[in-house]
């Protein structure tokens, strides 16, 4: 089994080398492969000068360094694309430019993955910490012990009603051929969600594996490209997405899922909740003109609290299978 490691960047030099080091710091060998969306900050001399310095070593042929500029700037998921694209592992580690790896992060993937042959995507927890990489706060556990698999057959069942989220980027690997056959990150979704639509696609390839262990970091600051969209923009890439989702169900859900209006109005009392929590009053407002009606809707809510206990009390839905690994 080969990892990449493909990290997305531009002009962050500085971030940068934080990510580079996270990669080349793995307990595991990896290919490392920096896909820069044509910075003007020196990245370009600086990847070079360690590609220079890393033939040098007697390492190199554990590690390997690749670097990849586009032409003209192209957005963060036409760079992933590009990236994923020069690489030659069979699994892919995303990682952008502000982002960074635990060491043990692609070993212990590794022995999951060799567990479950037949996954095509991987998820787990990352720690969130601040400029100063302080630790945060945490993205939630999912499921049982250090590491289960998911059948194929329900992962989007448990993606539509926010059972199994696989999170950001810091925290997913998948096969390279599974990520090919999608046709990559759309750039349509750039940055908002596109990330997610992919693991929709992937999902239908294999099954997933969720580990219950911090194996990476994402950095919370203002500086995150997302932090560029309102709640409002948010919320309708969301929908979007879940509608994706929603037929990719499998058959016998079907007569369990709720209703689509159902789903919708769960997603409005969701997104208005972040955008007040951000005090986005305008998004909020933008949300709730959408459909005043939402906020009266009983299974609404009921999708909501059912979402809300999963997320934080980690009480597991019983149709969902969870096969422990370790």
């Not at 500085?14 to 060998?29: H, V, W, Y």
């Not at 995303?94 to 043990?104: C, G, K, R, V």
């Not at 909020?284 to 906020?295: A, C, L, R, Y």
Request: aromatic residues 12%; charged residues 20%; neutral net charge.
């Amino acid at each position: 089994m080969k990892f990449s490691v493909v990290i997305t960047t531009y002009n962050r030099l500085n971030l940068l080398k934080r990510a580079i080091g996270s990669a080349f710091n793995q307990s595991f060998p990896c290919e490392v492969v920096v896909a820069d969306d044509c910075s003007g900050d020196g990245t370009q001399e600086y990847v070079i000068s360690c590609i220079e310095k890393l033939e040098k070593l007697s390492k190199a042929g554990d590690f390997r360094l690749v670097y990849h500029r586009n032409r003209v700037h192209s957005g963060h998921a036409a760079t992933v694309n590009a990236g994923v694209d020069k690489a030659s592992g069979d699994w892919i580690k995303f990682l952008d430019d502000d982002d960074y790896l635990a060491p043990n992060c692609l070993e212990v993937m590794a022995a999951a993955i060799a567990l479950r042959p037949q996954a095509a995507i991987l998820s787990c927890i990352a720690a969130q910490v601040n400029e100063q990489q302080v630790e945060v706060g945490r993205t939630p556990q999912v499921g049982p012990g250090l590491a289960f698999y998911v059948p194929q057959a329900d992962i989007h069942y448990g993606m539509l009603l926010e059972l199994l989220p696989f999170g950001t980027p810091v925290q997913v690997a998948c096969r390279r051929d599974a990520f090919l056959q999608t046709g990559g990150w759309d750039s349509k979704l750039d940055v908002n969600c596109d990330d997610i639509d992919c693991w929709i696609h992937i999902a239908k390839f294999g099954d997933a594996i969720f580990l219950n262990q911090c194996l990476a970091c994402r950095t919370i600051w203002q500086g995150a490209y997302n932090n560029k969209f309102s709640s409002f923009e948010r919320f309708s890439n969301n929908l979007l997405i879940k509608k994706k989702i929603y037929a990719l169900v499998d058959e016998k859900y079907r007569s369990c899922v709720p209703a689509w209006k159902d789903i919708q109005n769960y997603l409005k009392l969701h997104w208005l909740f972040v955008a007040l929590k951000q005090r986005d009053f305008q998004g909020g407002k933008n949300i709730i003109s959408s459909s005043i009606f939402s906020i009266f809707s009983c299974q609404a809510w009921q999708i909501l609290l059912m979402a809300f206990v999963h997320r934080y009390f980690h009480c597991y839905s019983g149709q969902i299978r969870k096969y422990i690994l370790m």
